[in-house]
């Protein structure tokens, strides 16, 4: 049986202490619906779930100092405008590709860390804690990347925060939708009570059974999502064989209508197909 909460204090909050916080940096304002906000809001969930301990400013200005490098370079070796145009935009992209590859393997890691996490938090809830000190238990006992998430709601918690509110943007701050349910369960515990063990202990079950489920998927498309990329990859590969082998070739391509025609709508449509294939891979790839 799972011991009562003690009586917490609260702390008020004092504005002269403002200026010891962090300060929280970020693009979205959440004052609007518009495109622009939901790729501030898009990005400043990127940082957060990648886990770099960056401002966004800070990698969007990486991102410029990049796409300029990188296209100078260009320009400086073939000084062409087509060719160093398409380097910026690879710099530019680049630092922003980087942090999606990271926030893929934290995701994945987390995930994995879910079970067995649940299972030690049931077992630790059944000695007889009760929740909050259980969860700083697990919290500290958790290696990186879920412990650091787990350690920042167990510092809330013991600042005065009830523990619902502590976990209840953990699905943010990981990207990770099954952490919903446990937030949920947790939420649930306080407010109403029940046998939070057994949640967890079926919580773990669902968990490993999704994962074993993903990684099914996984090895039986695996054949799709890589010939999906390799469509995606060969004709960039084409066209920097053409612009090595031959630095006027763009310069003879564009001097023609059709040229100039068939090189933009190519352009376009590799854009529109990278799109729909990352769309398709992030859906077969979601936790």
């Known amino acids: 049986m799972i011991a009562t909460n003690p009586a917490r204090l609260t702390i008020e909050p004092r504005p002269e202490f403002l200026g010891l916080l962090k300060e929280n940096q970020q693009f979205a304002t959440g004052t609007n619906t518009g495109t622009g906000e939901a790729i501030n809001g898009?990005?400043?969930?990127?940082?957060?779930?990648?886990?770099?301990?960056?401002?966004?400013?800070?990698?969007?200005?990486?991102?410029?100092?990049?796409?300029?490098?990188?296209?100078?370079?260009?320009?400086?070796?073939?000084e062409q405008p087509v060719p160093t145009l398409m380097a910026g935009l690879i710099g530019l992209v680049a630092p922003v590709a980087f942090a999606l590859i990271l926030r893929s393997r934290r995701q994945k890691k987390i995930m994995e860390q879910l079970p067995g996490m649940a299972e030690e938090l049931a077992r630790t809830a059944r000695s007889g804690r009760n929740i909050e000190s259980a969860f700083q238990l697990v919290a500290a006992d958790t290696p990186a990347p879920l412990g650091d998430e787990l350690r920042t709601s167990a510092r809330r918690a013991e600042m005065g925060i009830d523990l619902a509110s502590a976990v209840r943007d953990l699905p943010y701050r990981t990207g990770v939708s099954t952490v919903t349910i446990f937030t949920s369960a947790i939420s649930v515990h306080q407010d109403t009570g029940g046998d939070l063990i057994s949640v967890l202990e079926r919580l773990a079950t669902s968990i490993r059974d999704r994962l074993h489920f993903v990684s099914r998927l996984r090895a039986a498309t695996i054949a799709s999502r890589l010939g999906t990329i390799m469509?995606?990859?060969?004709?960039?590969?084409?066209?920097?064989?053409?612009?090595?082998?031959?630095?006027?070739?763009?310069?003879?391509?564009?001097?023609?209508?059709?040229?100039?025609l068939s090189l933009w709508l190519g352009v376009v449509l590799q854009i529109v197909g990278c799109l729909t294939v990352m769309r398709i891979l992030r859906s077969s790839a979601r936790f």
């Open 42 to 78: 898009w990005f400043d969930s990127l940082m957060v779930q990648s886990g770099i301990r960056t401002a966004p400013s800070v990698w969007l200005g990486l991102s410029v100092i990049s796409g300029i490098t990188l296209g100078g370079l260009v320009f400086v070796f073939l």
């Open 231 to 260: 469509m995606l990859i060969i004709p960039v590969m084409v066209m920097s064989f053409y612009l090595f082998r031959d630095p006027l070739y763009l310069q003879k391509l564009l001097g023609s209508f059709w040229g100039r």
